[in-house]
Each structure stands twice: as structure tokens, then as C-alpha cells.
């Protein structure tokens, strides 16, 4: 079984990922039969829709202190701390902070918890992962004018597992647009299915925000869904937002943030880029730090 390695960014130091579902992913993303029963079942709408209307159900609440405790959750950075007052596991599974749980740093921010991955230049991805993968921005956004004005640009990848914080927030101040809805499937954004292919963004169900901003650029960010992720859901309005105020939020499932950023506009934390050079994501938390502004 493939281990999947990254970098605690508060200590340094390398550790292992503990993957719900790890086996099944595994049959899934890598063996022959398992990529067949994914392309006749698990990526279809219907599957996500039933996983999404169990966990809207009081049945699904019996898991959520078991799922705390295997994950070690703290449960004191969250606004409702007691997991038995979660009536369903998504109520649960979109949780809110507590005021000031996330301190928001000076520059521009990661949009959520999770782990990240960034790359200067867009050209940077195809040495990430594995060779035969199909990304292009093209597929990716399905707009010819996006297309042409982040090509030679920055990308910044936010992975969530289903363990960490899944509303996400604005990484810098600026005016937001409104949300442009992408259709799609539902594969796995999980380590073991994105080394296979980072295509799978350019066929899961997505949705993007542009953010104006003074420092950075225009910034694209781009919510993809997941297997068993039901929703996407915006909670913010289109106009003047400020960096942390919450986007939105993923309802049940693995999920991942793309940022795309203007050629020459940022500069991202060295840090960040030498881990991901070395083939390694690195955990990040909403509101820290992850670039500076070249403008």
C-alpha cells in the first residue's frame, strides 16, 4: 500500500497521512476492477446524493464522536464544542470556528485548512505529477479569456480531508464575482487518487469566484467537489469582501480549493515551494500566510 508522506509547517517535520477509506481508494484509483466499478458507479451524481442524504440524518449523528476521537479532532476550537449537539454528521462535518480561532495574517492567506501545494509557474505541474496526466487550464476552467489570462500564471492546490474544517474564506480583500457553476463527476480528491491524475479537476463538479484585489491581482478561486461531497455551497454575496470573511462551505467528502494567480503578481512563501518541489504537500491553516504581493 503506497504511503503518503507530508510537512507539518509548525514543527517541520515529515509525517504519514491517516486516509479514511484508504484500502477502498486504493482499489479504486489503482487496480483494474477498481477503476472500472469507479467509472460505472462511484462518479456518478446519484451515489454522492445518497451518501449526502444519509449524512443529513439524524442515523448518521452515532458516528461523529467516534470520528472525533479516531482523528483527534479538538473540539474547543469550534463554535458548538459538544459533538452530541450536532443533530446529523454534515451538521457536524461544516462545523464553525470559534471568533479568533484562525488569526489572519498580514499577506495573502490559505483559504482554508488542509494541505498545499504551490507552484510559482503553471509549467511547474507537469514535474508534480505522474506523467500521462491531462491538465490543462483549458479543461480546467472551460473559458477561452480565463484561459489566456492565468496561462503562464501561479496555482496554489488547498487539499481537505475529511477531518479538518471544511467552510473556506476569502485569502485577501478585494470585490468577489459571483459564482460560476461547472458541471461535473465526483472522483476522489484524496492523495492516492491525485497522484494518479490531477485531470481529476478538470472533470469533478466545480465552481469559481474571481477576487479583485490591489496586491495580488486578480485571483481565481476554484471550489471542486469530491466523492460523497453533496454541495457546494456559497454563503458569501458578490461585491466587496475582506480577507477571512467566510466563501462558503463543503458538505460531506473529501474537497479541494485551486487558486490561480496572474503571471508575476505573487510570491509564494519558500517554504511552501521547497516542499513542494520536494514532492510534498505541507498542512496549512485558514488564515496563515502562504504569499507576498509583487505589485
Known amino acids: 500500500m503506497e504511503t503518503i508522506k507530508y510537512i507539518e509547517r509548525a514543527s517541520g517535520e515529515l509525517k504519514t497521512e491517516n486516509i479514511p477509506s484508504e484500502g477502498m481508494l486504493h482499489w479504486l484509483y489503482v487496480s483494474d476492477t477498481g477503476k472500472l466499478t469507479l467509472n460505472l458507479l462511484f462518479k456518478r451524481k446519484v451515489v454522492s446524493a445518497l451518501g449526502g442524504w444519509y449524512m443529513n440524518t439524524r442515523w448518521s449523528a452515532r458516528r461523529t464522536a467516534d470520528f472525533v476521537k479516531e482523528h483527534r479532532i479538538d473540539m474547543d476550537e469550534y ?21 479568533g480561532a484562525r488569526p489572519i495574517g498580514e499577506h495573502l492567506v ?5 494541505k498545499i501545494l504551490v507552484f510559482p509557474t503553471l509549467s511547474d505541474v507537469d514535474s508534480f505529477f505522474v506523467k500521462g496526466s491531462e491538465f490543462t487550464l483549458q479543461s480546467f476552467l472551460c473559458n477561452d479569456e480565463l484561459t489566456t489570462k492565468y496561462a503562464n500564471g501561479s496555482m496554489a492546490i488547498v487539499r481537505l480531508a475529511p477531518p479538518d474544517y471544511h467552510r473556506y474564506h476569502f485569502p485577501a480583500s478585494g470585490t468577489a464575482s459571483e459564482s460560476v457553476k461547472i458541471k461535473g463527476h465526483y472522483y476522489s480528491v484524496s492523495p492516492l487518487a491525485l497522484r494518479g491524475s490531477l485531470e481529476i479537476f478538470c472533470q469533478n463538479k466545480r465552481e469559481y469566484t474571481t477576487l479583485q484585489t490591489t496586491e495580488y491581482g486578480d485571483i481565481l478561486i476554484m471550489d471542486v467537489g469530491a466523492t460523497m461531497v453533496g454541495s457546494i455551497i456559497q454563503t458569501y454575496s458578490p461585491g466587496r469582501v475582506e480577507k477571512g470573511s467566510e466563501k462558503g462551505y463543503f458538505a460531506f467528502g473529501g474537497s479541494t480549493l485551486v487558486l490561480l494567480f496572474e503571471a508575476g503578481k505573487i510570491s509564494f512563501d519558500p517554504d511552501l515551494v521547497q516542499h513542494t518541489q520536494n514532492g510534498l504537500e505541507t498542512t496549512i491553516r485558514m488564515g496563515e500566510n502562504i504569499a507576498l504581493g509583487n505589485q
Open 110 to 114: 490559505s483559504p482554508a485548512d488542509g
Open 79 to 99: 463554535a458548538v464544542s459538544n459533538v452530541d449537539d450536532y443533530k446529523t454528521f454534515n451538521e457536524f462535518f461544516y462545523r464553525k470556528l470559534k471568533a
